[in-house]
């Protein structure tokens, strides 16, 4: 028998950071029909502080930015958790905008997302890989390292 998405996480020894609450007027995500929309997120770690900083500028390296979306991932799937009770009602992830807070000169935009798309399909196997888009801002709120905003299928 498969393993669920929430036996993964179990398994996989992840900590999930609180669901974050909206910082401006909007919802974390909004469930229309069989589909979960999910907000812009960003690298929420559970002692709920952010990782912050560009990516290219001031030693932070293409490692750190892969981590920091790595766990924006995990606060997307405490949002997840929290809006529909259980991971297990996702049937799989439809598109993914990742976002990175960088320098100009950096150009590796799709491997710092990487952190993102490989810890999805960690959890929901092939059904984690989406679409995807990766591109790079010259800020982002808060000065957060990485911001992802993701659509997903998902089932009662």
Avoid: W
């Avoid at 979306?69 to 439809?94: N, Y």
């Avoid at 995807?132 to 010259?138: F, I, K, L, P």
């Amino acid at each position: 028998m498969a393993s669920t998405p929430e036996k993964r996480v179990q398994e996989l020894h992840l900590t999930l950071p609180p669901a974050p609450k909206p910082v401006a007027v909007y919802k974390t995500a909004v469930k229309i029909g069989n589909l979960l929309y999910v907000s812009g997120h960003g690298p929420l770690k559970a002692d709920k502080t952010m990782i912050t900083g560009r990516v290219g500028k001031d030693g932070f390296t293409l490692e750190q930015g892969k981590e920091a979306a790595r766990q924006t991932g995990l606060a997307i799937l405490a949002t997840i958790k929290e809006t529909l009770g259980s991971l297990d009602k996702v049937k799989r992830l439809i598109k993914t905008y990742g976002m990175v807070n960088c320098t100009d000169d950096f150009l590796e935009q799709p491997k710092v997302i990487n952190g993102f798309s490989e810890l999805m399909k960690d959890v929901f196997g092939e059904d984690g890989v989406g679409a995807r888009s990766a591109v790079g801002h010259n800020s982002l709120p808060g000065n957060i390292a990485v911001e992802i905003e993701c659509i997903f299928e998902v089932g009662e």
